[in-house]
């Protein structure tokens, strides 16, 4: 379990899987925020605007933006660089990709509790 209270950016377009990983992450004794995205571009402004988001949750598909080019522009810039991402999709078909583009994990949706919570403590300690 992470020694300390994480602020965890969710990234989905989709309004009920933000509401659900938000609900799971709040049940959770380890994180103290979740702040939401809607699609890649809105993401990279919160990591921009926000200090101390601990770890990133994305879908890949999304408008605007998808999660493979946020990617990409997370690890290629070095005052993000490190932020942890845990890629959430439906097409393990992408998982490959996602990994090679800097993902630190990658989870199929439906996301189940339980999962989410190993992934998070596998990156968080």
């Known amino acids: 379990m992470p020694s300390k209270k994480l602020k965890v950016l969710a990234v ?11 609900s799971m992450l ?12 809607k699609n890649g571009a809105d993401a990279i ?3 921009k605007n926000n200090d101390g988001i601990d770890i990133v949750l994305l879908d890949l598909i999304m408008p605007v ?4 080019d946020m990617l990409r522009i997370l690890r ?12 959430l999709t439906t097409d393990e078909t992408k998982k490959l990709e996602a990994l090679e583009s800097g993902a630190n994990g990658f989870l199929m949706k439906p996301i189940r509790e339980k999962d989410l919570s190993a992934k998070i403590d596998q990156l968080m300690i």
């Open 12 to 22: 989905d377009d989709d309004f009920i899987n933000l509401k659900l990983l938000k």
């Open 26 to 37: 709040l049940k959770t004794n380890y994180v103290n925020e979740v702040i939401e995205a």
């Open 45 to 47: 402004a919160e990591l």
């Open 65 to 68: 933006m998808g999660g493979l």
């Open 76 to 87: 290629s810039d070095d005052s993000m660089v490190q932020v942890p991402v845990i890629v």
